[in-house]
C-alpha cells in the first residue's frame, strides 16, 4: 500500500536494506506518542463475549475504545480477530483486511499491526482444524509428526493474515493437580524441549511467529493452583523448568511471554533479572517479549508491588516486556505521561519499539508492497479443516494413544475387540466428543459461551466410530460431574448384558471452573471427577470385562480398580479425530504405540511428584506415603512389539568430560503388523555434589518397523547432557561413575550400562549441547 504523505518514505521501506538500518531509520522520524503506540495491543469485540477466557477479563479489560483515536498514531497489535467470537473464515479475513486498512491509513507511516491468536490446539477458529493438545504430542514421542502439525497451523495463519501465535506451552508439569497440566507436553524437560522445539519449527517455517509460553516458573506454583506463588529453587529452576525453553530458542523462537506468577516473591513481569538478564543476556534471545493477558496491571492489581498504573507499565518495561496483551491498560497514557514527565527513561521504549519494529520489517509488514488483505481472500478457498488437516490429526492422535494395561481374559487379552462383540459402551465420553477437546480448542474456549453455535467441524464419538462391525448398547451412566443413581443403574444393566463393557470416563476442559481440567480448573485431589468412580465400581461388580478409556487433561489414581480392569487405554484430550483414533486402538485397526508423557499416581491423591525425583522423594520405610506410580513415565503397551537385541555402549577408554559416547540398540519386528517403539535412556548419577534425579531422560528416539524388519538406533551422547548446577550454581561436568538405563519406561530397563566420566571437571554454560544425536542404520 503507498501512502501519499513524504514521511512514508525513505530506507525503511526499503527491502533490500538492512534489518537494522531500516529500523534505526524509521525510529528517528517517530514521535515519542507514535513509539508508544507500537506497545500495546487492543482486544476488540471483548465486550461481545459471553463468559470469560483470561484471568480477571472482568475486572481488567478495557471499555470500548475510540478506535479512530486509538490507532492515529499507530498501533502494535490486534488481539484474537477469530478466536474471540465465532466468525466465519471469510468474515474473518474480510475483518482483518479492513482492520489493517484502517491501520495503515490513520498513522503518518502506514505500520500494520501484528496480528495474534491463540495455537495450542491447532488455530483457535470458529471451523479451524481441532488437533490431538499437547500432552498428547508428548505421549506421541514424535517431533517430526509434531512438526508437520505445527507447520500446517503456521500456514493456515498466514492464509488468514495472521503473524503470530502463542504457542507452545513449554512449562514443565510439576503437580499434576494443576489445571493447565493439559496444555503441557508432560513432565520431562527433555521430552517438552524437543516436542516443543519441533513445533516451534514447524509453525515459523510458514512465516508466522511462535511464542514460548511461561517464561518460567509458571507450572511449579505451590499446591499446584492456577496463578499461585512459586517457591522453587534456583537449581530446580534450572534443570527442569529452563532447559525446554533453551532448546526452543535454539529451533528459533521469536516470541517469549512471561509467567504470570512471582518466583520467590518476586513478580516475572517485573524482574529485569529474569526476562533481560537470562532471557537476553545470558540465552541471547533477540526477539520480542509479550505479556501474558493483563499481566503488567496485574503487578498492581494482583501481585501488589506497583502503586500505579505508571508504575507498573515502567517496572515491566525496565525487567524487558516490551508488548502490552491483551489491550492497553498501563502501556499507553500512564506510561506516555510517565516518559514525559522524567520518570520513566524514554531509552526504554525506544529499546522495546526497536525489537518490535525489527520483528515487524522481518515479517514483511514494513515493505512497500505490503497489502492488508490476507491471502485467502485471493484464493477463495476458506476451507479451514481440509482433508490433509483432519488426516493429520487422526495420525497424531493414532500415535498418541497409550496402551497402559491389556489383561487376559480366558484365553486372550480382551484388546483388540473381538469382531461382532457385544458391547456397552457407557460413561460420559462415550457419546460425547466434547471430551476430545483442550481447554483451548474452539468448542471449549468460546463456543460454550454461545450456545446453539455449531462446534463448525465434524467431531465422530467413540460409541459411533465402534458401531461398524459391533453390536453396541450405549448408556451415559453418568455425566463428568453430577448424575443420579438411575443413570449408573442403566450402565450396569447395559454391562451385565455384554461381552465386553467399554467405560469412557474422564475430563470435560474448560477455563476458571467450568470444567474439571484446564485453566484456572485445578484438582483438590486426583480421583476421577464427580461420581466416575463409582460408575466404575458399579461397572466392575457386574463381571463383564471392563476397558477403562480414559479421555483426559491429567492423569488420574486409579490404584483401587486397575488390578480388576480388563484393560486402560488413555488419550489425552485427542482433538477431532479422537473418536476414530481411539477407536482404532480398540479394534485393533491401530497397533497402539503412544508413551506416558506423565506418570499415573498410586494412592494418595494429592501426592504432586513426578518421575524427576531424588532419592528422598522415592518409597521409603520412614514415610507411610508411597509415592510410587501405577503407571511411570514413559510406559505404554503394544499388541505387536518389538524385539529388542543386545544394547552395546561404545566409550573405549571412558567418557571424556568434553567427550561423547554411542549407544547402539538393535531392534526387530517379529510380528506381522506394522510397529513402533520408544528407545528411551535415561541417566543414573550415583554420586554427585548435590541431589540428583535417581534416573533422568537423555534421549528418546522412536524407531517404526515394517513386518520383519531389523534397524539399529544410534545415540550419541555428548557429555554436556551430564551437567547439572553444582552447590555453586553454576552448571558442570564431573568425573565419576554413571550408568546409563536403556528401556521401554522409566522403571522398566533392557540394559544397565556403566561407565566412567574421566577427565577434568568441566563448567559448561548456555551453549551447550542440549540434545542427543540419533542415526537409524537400515
Known amino acids: 500500500m503507498t501512502l501519499d504523505s513524504g514521511v512514508a518514505a525513505g530506507t525503511w521501506r526499503d527491502a533490500s536494506a538492512p534489518v537494522a538500518v531500516r529500523v534505526a531509520d524509521l525510529m528517528a522520524r517517530m514521535s515519542l506518542r507514535e513509539k508508544v503506540a507500537q506497545l500495546y495491543g487492543i482486544w476488540l469485540n471483548i465486550d461481545e463475549t459471553a463468559g470469560e477466557v483470561a484471568p480477571h477479563q472482568h475486572d481488567q479489560a478495557a471499555e470500548p475504545v475510540d478506535w479512530p483515536e486509538l490507532i492515529r498514531h499507530g498501533l502494535g497489535q490486534v488481539t484474537r480477530t477469530y478466536g474471540t467470537i465465532p466468525i466465519a473464515p471469510a468474515d474473518g479475513a474480510a475483518r482483518v483486511a479492513r482492520l489493517q486498512r484502517e491501520i495503515v491509513a490513520a498513522g503518518r507511516f502506514g505500520i500494520p499491526a501484528v496480528m495474534h491468536e491463540e495455537v495450542l490446539t491447532g488455530l483457535a477458529a470458529w471451523q479451524a482444524t481441532i488437533y490431538p493438545g499437547p500432552l498428547s ?5 514424535d517431533p517430526a509428526l509434531v512438526e508437520e502439525m505445527g507447520a500446517r497451523i503456521g500456514a493456515t495463519m498466514r492464509r488468514l493474515g495472521i503473524q503470530q501465535g502463542l504457542a ?3 512449562d514443565v508439569a510439576r503437580d499434576l493437580r494443576w489445571g493447565r ?7 520431562d524437560p527433555h521430552l517438552v524441549g524437543v516436542i516443543g522445539s519441533a513445533y ?11 511464542t514460548l509460553k511461561h517464561f518460567v516458573g509458571y507450572s511449579a506454583s505451590r499446591a499446584g493452583r492456577n496463578l499461585a506463588p512459586v517457591s522453587i529453587g534456583p537449581r530446580e529452576l534450572t534443570d527442569v523448568l529452563l532447559p525446554p525453553f533453551e532448546m526452543a530458542l535454539r529451533a528459533g523462537a521469536r516470541s517469549v511471554m512471561n509467567s504470570y506468577t512471582d518466583n520467590d516473591g518476586v513478580p516475572v513481569a517485573a524482574d529485569p533479572t529474569m526476562l533481560t538478564g537470562l532471557l537476553r543476556d545470558e540465552l541471547q534471545f533477540t526477539g520480542t517479549v509479550v505479556s501474558d493477558y493483563f499481566a503488567v496491571a496485574f ?9 500505579s498504573r505508571a508504575d507498573a507499565a515502567a517496572q515491566a518495561l525496565l525487567a524487558g516486556i516490551d508488548v502490552e496483551l491483551p489491550g492497553v491498560n498501563c502501556f499507553g497514557p500512564p506510561l506516555l505521561e510517565a516518559v514525559e514527565s522524567g520518570d520513566v527513561d524514554e531509552a526504554l521504549v525506544d529499546r522495546a519499539v526497536t525489537r518490535i519494529l525489527t520483528q515487524k520489517c522481518e515479517l514483511g509488514l514494513l515493505d512497500a508492497d505490503w497489502r492488508p488483505e490476507p491471502p485467502v481472500l485471493d484464493t477463495g478457498d476458506f476451507d479451514v479443516d481440509d482433508p490433509a488437516s483432519r488426516d493429520l490429526a487422526r495420525r497424531l492422535a493414532e500415535r498418541a494413544v497409550v496402551l497402559l494395561r491389556n489383561e487376559p481374559v480366558g484365553d486372550a487379552p480382551v484388546l483388540p475387540l473381538r469382531p461382532g462383540a457385544r458391547l456397552a459402551v457407557v460413561g460420559p465420553g462415550a457419546a460425547d466428543a466434547g471430551m476430545h477437546l483442550g481447554c483451548y480448542s474452539f468448542p471449549r474456549h468460546v463456543l460454550v459461551h454461545h450456545p446453539g453455535v455449531p462446534a463448525g467441524v465434524d467431531l465422530p464419538s467413540i460409541v459411533d466410530s465402534l458401531r461398524d462391525g459391533h453390536d453396541v448398547i450405549h448408556a451415559l451412566g453418568c455425566p463428568v460431574l453430577g448424575g443420579d443413581d438411575a443413570g449408573i443403574a442403566a450402565a450396569v444393566t447395559a454391562a451385565a448384558s455384554a461381552d465386553v463393557c467399554v467405560a469412557v470416563l474422564g475430563d470435560l476442559a474448560g477455563l476458571f471452573g467450568t470444567g474439571t481440567s484446564g485453566e484456572g480448573c485445578d484438582a483438590v485431589d486426583l480421583r476421577l471427577p464427580g461420581r466416575q468412580e463409582e460408575l466404575l465400581e458399579a461397572l466392575l461388580g457386574t463381571g463383564t470385562p471392563v476397558v477403562l478409556v480414559l479421555l483426559a487433561g491429567r492423569p488420574y489414581e486409579l490404584s483401587r480398580q486397575v488390578d480388576r480392569l480388563a484393560a486402560v487405554v488413555c488419550a489425552f484430550f485427542p482433538g477431532e479425530e479422537g473418536g476414530t483414533a481411539v ?42 506415603v508411597d509415592p510410587t506410580p501405577v503407571f511411570p513415565f514413559g510406559h505404554g503397551l503394544s499388541y505387536a512389539s518389538a524385539e529388542w537385541g543386545e544394547v552395546v555402549l561404545e566409550a573405549p577408554g571412558g567418557w571424556a568430560t568434553d567427550g561423547a559416547v554411542e549407544l547402539a540398540v538393535p531392534l526387530s519386528n517379529p510380528t506381522d503388523r506394522e510397529t513402533s517403539t520408544v528407545v528411551q535412556v535415561y541417566l543414573h548419577d550415583p554420586v554427585a555434589e548435590v541431589a540428583r534425579p535417581v534416573v533422568q531422560l537423555l534421549a528418546a528416539p522412536r ?27 553454576h552448571r558442570l561436568v564431573e568425573p565419576g561413575e554413571v550408568e546409563l538405563r536403556v528401556g521401554a519406561s522409566s522403571a522398566e530397563f533392557h540394559a544397565t550400562l556403566k561407565v566412567r566420566v574421566v577427565g577434568p571437571r568441566r563448567k559448561v554454560g548456555a551453549d551447550r549441547r542440549l540434545t542427543p544425536d540419533i542415526t537409524l542404520i537400515p
Open 200 to 210: 516451534v519449527r514447524g509453525l515459523q517455517s510458514a512465516g508466522v511467529i511462535a
Open 299 to 307: 503487578l498492581q492489581n494482583l501481585h501488589g508491588v506497583a502503586g
Open 168 to 170: 507452545p506451552v513449554l
Open 181 to 187: 497440566v493439559e496444555e503441557t507436553i508432560g513432565e
Open 137 to 141: 504430542w508428548g505421549a506421541s514421542f
Open 583 to 624: 477407536a482404532g486402538v480398540l479394534t485393533g485397526r491401530v497397533n497402539p504405540s503412544g508413551r506416558l508423557p506423565v506418570s499415573f499416581p498410586a494412592a494418595g491423591t494429592s501426592q504432586p511428584s513426578t518421575y524427576l525425583a531424588a532419592p528422598l522423594a522415592r518409597r521409603s520405610e520412614v514415610s507411610t
Open 703 to 729: 524407531v517404526d518397523l515394517a513386518p520383519g524388519e531389523r534397524r539399529t538406533v544410534v545415540v550419541g551422547l555428548h557429555a554436556d547432557l551430564l551437567s547439572y548446577p553444582g552447590r555453586s550454581g
